[in-house]
């Protein structure tokens, strides 16, 4: 297959690339490399992919219309797998524009070059906060998501919606995929993973809100990988027993699906820095702090849905994940 991976210089994106790669796709990656993490990374990550002939790279923001339109044309993709977005829950409160540019424009412009070009199968980035203020556990994609607490989450919900409106109007399959706490090797530096560590090993304080009480559905790497791939395999159908009289916010009448992809095993954030504290072999000085604006107390992923359709569960264990990227930053940043 000839596959556009959007957001390729990204920590899932990057990942991502490397295992359609290896099983032999044609991968174009597209990046805008904005700073909004260390550049430097984002190249590293992309050094991974250029041994392959099958790679080929393009610096593009997805935000032009106009340079995606001929991205598209050019290239008659079979696949798309949309990753390229503004992140952060907490960076949306101070930079709200980022996300409507990005997030909301941006997802339009390959919601049309899938449109036009005959693309088979639209998969996106979707998240886990966008369940927001709902309490009922575990998350399910049948439950009701219109309570998002944050911007970003509220841009992952309307994507959610304009891809259902391209499905409907247009027969293209889209698949949406929420993500819960991915983890492990090239993660992201302003995760919590990436920023306790580096802390940690400088002595220096980690802040940890919610006064530690938060639960999160940590997802290492390699498992999202894996969903994403078999999503990617498999386009979206139609439920044919979908009825609008009872509507399933997860499925519908035309071909669009949205998965969970978590652990199913929400975890206590200090468990979870213990877990680092013993891979690291040092204690963390802990500055307690409420929850955060837009935060959620707790992530926790109903996957009925993806080991039904697909045929898979994430079970990688926490210490083994976090044992991983130990191992990497250390080897990565030169860290004795």
């Not at 877990?275 to 107390?297: M, R």
Request: net charge negative.
């Amino acid at each position: 297959m000839k596959v556009l991976v959007t957001g390729a210089a990204g920590f899932i994106g990057s990942s991502l690339s490397l295992r359609l790669l290896e099983r032999g796709e044609e991968v174009v990656g597209i990046d805008n490399l904005n700073d909004y993490y260390d550049v430097n990374l984002k190249l590293a990550r992309l050094e991974r992919l250029k041994p392959y002939k099958n790679f080929r790279f393009i610096k593009l923001d997805i935000g032009d219309k106009p340079q995606i339109e001929g991205l598209f044309s050019t290239e008659k993709f079979q696949r798309v797998m949309h990753l390229a977005a503004q992140a952060g829950v907490r960076y949306s409160i101070t930079h709200p524009h980022a996300y409507i540019d990005s997030n909301i424009v941006g997802f339009l412009n390959i919601l049309e070059g899938c449109r036009h070009n005959d693309v088979e199968h639209l998969a996106y980035a979707s998240s886990s906060s966008i369940y927001g203020a709902n309490t009922n556990m575990p998350f399910s994609i049948h439950h009701n998501v219109d309570h998002p607490v944050s911007l970003y989450a509220a841009s992952k919900k309307a994507n959610e919606l304009m891809a259902h409106t391209y499905s409907h109007l247009y027969q293209l399959p889209t698949t949406g995929l929420r993500f819960f706490t991915v983890y492990g090797p090239w993660g992201r530096p302003d995760m919590s993973l990436f920023l306790f560590t580096r802390s940690i090993l400088e002595g220096k304080p980690i802040d940890v809100f919610n006064f530690g009480n938060h639960r999160r559905d940590f997802t290492y790497i390699d498992d999202i990988i894996e969903g994403v791939v078999r999503v990617i395999d498999k386009p979206a159908q139609p439920n044919a027993d979908w009825s609008g009289a009872n509507p399933d916010p997860g499925t519908s009448l035309s071909p669009y699906r949205v998965y969970n992809i978590g652990n199913n095993n929400p975890v206590h954030l200090l468990t979870f820095v213990e877990t680092l504290e013993k891979c690291l072999g040092k204690t963390a000085i802990k500055n307690f702090l409420p929850l955060q604006p837009g935060d959620v107390p707790d992530t926790y992923a109903d996957v009925s849905d993806l080991v039904d359709d697909l045929g898979y569960k994430p079970d990688t264990l926490l210490e083994v994940g976090i044992g991983n990227f130990v191992e990497w930053y250390k080897n990565f940043y030169r860290v004795s």
